[in-house]
């Protein structure tokens, strides 16, 4: 069966949390895989990150690590200075995943979070500026064993990368067995004509998986076609990890970058949260096996 996974961020308002604490969590309601945002890692002393690693293979867990991209690390970036600050940063954040035995880095990794400011439609030079900083930091990746999935976001998110055919011809570019690509249906709602065959596109390059409903609620609380979902993944015999991504709370830092500007769980304490994820696992499950994929 595929390892299914997590977002920390479900519960959290803010980015940074207590890892520990939803280590277990994720571990006690029954997932294989807790994803978290990557920058913390960089304010972490190895002791530290080495305690979340031991504790992680406790709990049978995976730790993998996801990225929007602070603009101040624009790896696309016109400004030289911006640029190679960018390379800098994603490089010491992958030699830190390295370093807790992780094997993967996804999100918005390739540019800086939203539209640049001076952007006036042709993406190209930023494009190419994204590929040169990315060859340098694969580098980095195949030297620590760490698979580097850029993810197709949608309009707001980035100019860059917003479909799964544009994900691949980055991926092309780069040419490395340690690059892949990351889909996730939200974002797939918003920006593919057919989402079943954006998935059947990409076929083994598809490296990690995001779910998440038209909204970003949880799996099969909206209008997603998740019979079209699964019978793609089945199609291309997807083995990979399944992380679900919602994000329902108003509010913090998280409520801001994502606007969620109301609260998409009624009441959203942190037990309600709970039987919400208890409810995604098992649909999930549930669609694993519908599918002959568990």
């Given at each position: 069966?595929?390892?299914?996974?997590?977002?920390?961020?479900?519960?959290?308002?803010?980015?940074?949390?207590?890892?520990?604490?939803?280590?277990?969590?994720?571990?006690?309601?029954?997932?294989?895989?807790?994803?978290?945002?990557?920058?913390?890692?960089?304010?972490?002393?190895?002791?530290?990150?080495?305690?979340?690693?031991?504790?992680?293979?406790?709990?049978?867990?995976?730790?993998?690590?996801?990225?929007?991209?602070?603009?101040?690390?624009?790896?696309?970036?016109?400004?030289?200075?911006?640029?190679?600050?960018?390379?800098?940063?994603?490089?010491?954040?992958?030699?830190?995943?390295?370093?807790?035995?992780?094997?993967?880095?996804?999100?918005?990794?390739?540019?800086?979070?939203?539209?640049?400011?001076?952007?006036?439609?042709?993406?190209?030079?930023?494009?190419?500026?994204?590929?040169?900083?990315?060859?340098?930091?694969?580098?980095?990746?195949?030297?620590?064993?760490?698979?580097?999935?850029?993810?197709?976001?949608?309009?707001?998110?980035?100019?860059?990368?917003?479909?799964?055919?544009?994900?691949?011809?980055?991926?092309?570019?780069?040419?490395?067995?340690?690059?892949?690509?990351?889909?996730?249906?939200?974002?797939m709602n918003i920006e593919e004509n057919n989402i079943g065959d954006a998935i059947r596109?990409?076929?083994?390059?598809?490296?990690?998986?995001?779910?998440?409903?038209?909204?970003?609620?949880?799996?099969?609380?909206?209008?997603?076609?998740?019979?079209?979902?699964?019978?793609?993944?089945?199609?291309?015999?997807?083995?990979?990890?399944?992380?679900?991504?919602?994000?329902?709370?108003?509010?913090?830092?998280?409520?801001?970058?994502?606007?969620?500007?109301?609260?998409?769980?009624?009441?959203?304490?942190?037990?309600?949260?709970?039987?919400?994820?208890?409810?995604?696992?098992?649909?999930?499950?549930?669609?694993?096996?519908?599918?002959?994929?568990?």
């Open positions: 069966m595929n390892k299914l996974g997590i977002f920390m961020n479900f519960w959290e308002k803010n980015w940074d949390a207590d890892h520990k604490k939803y280590i277990k969590k994720a571990s006690d309601i029954g997932f294989d895989v807790l994803e978290f945002q990557a920058q913390p890692l960089l304010e972490m002393s190895k002791d530290h990150m080495k305690d979340l690693a031991k504790l992680a293979e406790e709990c049978g867990i995976e730790l993998t690590y996801s990225l929007g991209l602070d603009r101040n690390y624009d790896v696309s970036s016109m400004d030289e200075k911006v640029r190679l600050g960018g390379v800098d940063y994603l490089q010491r954040i992958v030699e830190r995943i390295g370093y807790m035995g992780g094997t993967l880095l996804s999100g918005v990794s390739y540019a800086g979070w939203g539209t640049p400011d001076n952007f006036l439609g042709d993406k190209r030079p930023y494009w190419e500026n994204s590929i040169k900083s990315m060859r340098e930091i694969i580098k980095t990746a195949e030297d620590n064993g760490v698979t580097y999935c850029v993810e197709a976001v949608n309009r707001f998110e980035t100019c860059l990368i917003n479909t799964a055919a544009e994900a691949l011809a980055y991926v092309a570019e780069i040419d490395s067995p340690n690059i892949g690509v990351l889909l996730d249906t939200y974002h596109l990409v076929g083994d390059k598809l490296t990690s998986f995001h779910t998440g409903e038209n909204n970003r609620t949880a799996p099969g609380r909206g209008h997603l076609d998740w019979d079209e979902i699964f019978g793609a993944l089945a199609d291309i015999n997807y083995k990979n990890r399944i992380v679900s991504e919602p994000f329902v709370m108003e509010g913090g830092e998280v409520g801001r970058d994502i606007h969620v500007y109301r609260n998409l769980v009624e009441n959203p304490s942190e037990a309600r949260i709970d039987e919400e994820a208890k409810y995604l696992l098992n649909f999930e499950r549930e669609m694993l096996k519908k599918y002959n994929m568990a």
